[in-house]
């Protein structure tokens, strides 16, 4: 079993940055991608980005493209979410996951960070 922790969330004002990390208690030669998803109050939870771990491609929701970007660290087997330019609409509680190579849904989530913009 695979454990992501999240850590980097907090509140920011419109316009401003944050990134989040995501750590994952398996190396990330394990997994097939991990990405980032999020959910507001009353919305259903919404992919915001994925990175391919071996490609290293990436690829991103139509409301964040151009604003965030997604990266790893195999080193530290981590993920990063760097989210510039934030907006109000982008106020969610954001989740790390991970999937396993032979799989075609999420294996793995994380307990999930809050991001608030005003």
């Known amino acids: 079993h695979v454990q992501l922790v999240e850590s980097g969330g907090g509140a920011v004002q419109a316009g401003g940055s944050l990134r989040l990390s995501c750590a994952a208690s398996?190396?990330?030669?394990?997994?097939?991608?991990m990405g980032w998803f999020r959910q507001a109050p009353g919305r259903s939870r919404e992919e915001v980005a994925v990175?391919?771990?071996?490609?290293?491609?990436?690829k991103y929701g139509d409301s964040v493209k151009g604003r965030f970007t997604i990266t790893q660290d195999n080193g530290k087997n981590t993920v990063y979410l760097r989210m510039n330019s934030l907006k109000p609409e982008d106020t969610a509680m954001y989740y790390c996951?991970?999937?396993?190579?032979?799989?075609?849904?999420?294996?793995?989530w994380g307990q999930g960070t809050q991001v608030t913009v005003s």
């Open positions: 990175v391919y771990i071996n490609t290293r491609s990436a």
């Open positions: 996951a991970a999937r396993r190579p032979t799989s075609v849904s999420v294996d793995y």
């Open positions: 398996a190396p990330t030669y394990s997994i097939n991608c």
